[in-house]
């Protein structure tokens, strides 16, 4: 049989096809050129891409978004909140007895716990400095012990339960995060007492409601627009109480207070 060759010519693809007949068809021959592959590529290539569906472009198991992500903090309102922590204090007292005058004089450090209740306003100015004021009220629970003091004297001293303070807050707002200084007015109940060796005339009584100042410092991240946390240090000191003995031998009291403590506010 005489040979018959068939060409099949696409539009510019180059492609050659040989057939002979009365035998199987040979496998096609292909000559591309790259010049004229590398466009309809990328053509494709970009129309691929373009239709990816949105769950190709989800983030993996595991990891999700910030859901707080999407808001700025301005720090203006008024809240309310609640705090706990735990108090160190100091009480330094001296007692000058009647035939031997100015007796060296004893310190005690209670320590213990705390919580109070929240309440202030923040207004947040134009470049980024936020102004404030602060109050609490709340309980503390500081005690300790001591004995030998002098010639045999007991000490037992409590602060609290009653203390607060009513503060000025100043600080500075990094978007969500507040860092401030505070200042104030603070109030604390004491109840010590210093027993003295079988004769209640030598006894010695705190038992008082002492107003003072405060200083402190904290930080505070906001959670939400309305939820945020802080952490915060406050030292209080009060100014020093004075009395007598029932046999009129004078003595005294100082005290203060350092306060670490977390809280969490909600904002209106």
């Given amino acids: 049989m005489s040979r018959t060759h068939a060409y099949i010519m696409g539009l510019n693809t180059g492609?050659?096809?040989?057939?002979?007949?009365?035998?199987?068809?040979?496998f096609p021959q292909l000559r591309w050129s790259r010049k004229r592959l590398l466009p309809p590529l990328f053509?494709?290539?970009?129309?691929?891409?373009?239709?990816?569906p949105a769950s190709a472009k989800e983030k993996p198991p595991g990891v999700f978004d910030?859901?707080?992500?999407?808001?700025?903090?301005?720090?203006?309102?008024a809240y309310l909140g609640a705090s706990i922590g735990g108090g160190w204090g100091n009480s330094r007292a001296t007692y000058d007895r009647n035939g031997n005058n100015h007796l060296?004089?004893?310190?005690?450090?209670?320590?213990?716990?705390?919580?109070?209740?929240?309440?202030?306003?923040?207004?947040?100015?134009?470049?980024?400095i936020v102004v404030g004021l602060e109050?609490?009220?709340?309980?503390?629970?500081l005690d300790a012990d001591k004995s030998g003091l002098w010639d045999g004297h007991i000490w037992q001293s409590q602060f609290g339960g009653l203390w607060g303070t009513l503060r000025g807050r100043l600080g500075y707002a990094f978007d969500n995060?507040?860092?401030?200084?505070?200042?104030?007015?603070?109030?604390?109940?004491?109840?010590?007492r210093i027993l003295g060796d079988n004769d209640a005339t030598q006894n010695?009584?705190?038992?008082?409601v002492h107003t003072g100042w405060v200083l402190g410092a904290g930080i505070e991240y906001a959670l939400s627009e309305n939820i945020s946390t802080k952490l915060e240090y406050l030292h209080m000191?009060?100014?020093?109480?004075?009395?007598?003995?029932?046999?009129?031998?004078?003595?005294?009291?100082?005290?203060?207070?350092?306060?670490?403590?977390?809280?969490?506010n909600y904002k209106f």
């Fill in 15 to 26: 492609v050659f096809l040989s057939v002979n007949r009365g035998a199987l068809p040979a």
């Fill in 43 to 52: 053509l494709v290539a970009v129309a691929t891409l373009s239709a990816t």
């Fill in 66 to 77: 910030d859901p707080y992500s999407g808001f700025s903090e301005n720090w203006s309102g």
């Fill in 104 to 128: 060296t004089p004893e310190t005690i450090d209670p320590s213990g716990y705390l919580a109070s209740l929240t309440f202030g306003y923040n207004y947040r100015l134009n470049n980024n």
């Fill in 135 to 141: 109050g609490d009220i709340g309980f503390m629970d």
């Fill in 177 to 192: 995060v507040l860092v401030y200084g505070t200042g104030g007015l603070a109030m604390m109940e004491t109840n010590e």
């Fill in 204 to 208: 010695t009584y705190n038992e008082a």
């Fill in 237 to 264: 000191e009060f100014p020093q109480l004075s009395g007598q003995t029932n046999n009129a031998e004078p003595y005294s009291f100082e005290n203060s207070v350092d306060i670490v403590r977390v809280g969490l």
